[in-house]
């Protein structure tokens, strides 16, 4: 049996190689969508045709979103407790996650790259500074991360039930979940997350479903770069 604490064939690593997302599973492809736009007519086609763009590129500017429902993916992500908790607020995803109820092997804990700056006009932003000297804060961060790992291995050889313990662990703890989503609401979610208004962080897992999907949706990632996106 493989253990879901890798990552799967086809993935992107992010977040300084401590995080990634993979693609695990996908079902249908562009022309699902355009059949599905004209299952009104009652008309199936096996392959697209530049007529069949010009309809994909429709649906999607005028917001006719129900035939990208047909077309999902699936994906298998390690995260930061804290991006998890970010994503898991996207309810038309479907999850499931690794439970600390049940296992506390593999645990893992984000010590982040370069220390962010607080903006000072916006409570929700960070501003990255090259001068900013982070390693000392840094270092005690993976310190911290270490420190509530042996008081968690600590309370289980006390006895303590894993559904407790797990309360001193970081938000810095990597957790694993799989999350499947249709590409209407997908895309939805990259909208929100590959932004200049996300955290950083949740914006790498973003930009590397981009990545990751754009073979599977060609001309949908070409209308996004004709609008100016980075896919
Ligand atoms: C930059 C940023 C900052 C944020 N800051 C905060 C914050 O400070 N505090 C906070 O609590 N959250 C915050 N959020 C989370 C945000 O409020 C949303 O919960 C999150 O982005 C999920 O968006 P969504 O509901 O559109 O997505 P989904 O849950 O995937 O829903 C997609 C769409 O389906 C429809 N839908 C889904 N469920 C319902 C429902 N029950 N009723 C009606 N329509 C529904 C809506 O049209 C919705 O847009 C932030 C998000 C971002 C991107």
Not at 18 to 42: K, M
Not at 73 to 89: A, D, E, K, M
Request: charged share 25%.
């Amino acid at each position: 049996m493989e253990h879901l604490n890798v990552p799967p064939d086809n993935h992107v690593m992010v977040l300084d190689n401590q995080g990634w997302v993979g693609l695990i599973d996908h079902l249908g492809n562009e022309t699902t969508i355009v059949n599905a736009a004209r299952v009104s007519f009652g008309k199936l086609k096996k392959e697209m045709d530049d007529r069949d763009v010009g309809l994909l590129e429709y649906l999607i500017a005028n917001k006719h979103t129900s035939p990208l429902e047909h077309l999902v993916f699936t994906f298998s992500i390690h995260c930061p407790l804290f991006v998890r908790g970010q994503w898991h607020r996207h309810r038309t995803w479907s999850y499931n996650e690794i439970s600390r109820r049940y296992t506390e092997i593999d645990l893992e804990f984000y010590t982040p790259p370069a220390l962010r700056r607080q903006a000072e006009n916006n409570r929700q932003a960070s501003v990255a500074d090259a001068d900013f000297d982070d390693r000392g804060l840094r270092e005690k961060i993976a310190a911290h991360n270490q420190t509530s790992f042996a008081l968690y291995n600590e309370l289980l050889e006390a006895g303590v039930c894993r559904e407790q313990a797990r309360g001193v662990l970081p938000q810095n703890m990597m957790v694993t979940f799989w999350g499947t989503v249709d590409l209407s609401n997908l895309l939805h979610f990259l909208e929100l997350r590959d932004s200049e208004h996300a955290q950083w962080e949740i914006r790498e897992y973003a930009c590397a479903i981009k990545k990751l999907i754009k073979p599977y949706i060609p001309h949908v990632a070409a209308y996004f770069e004709k609008q100016g996106q980075i896919w």
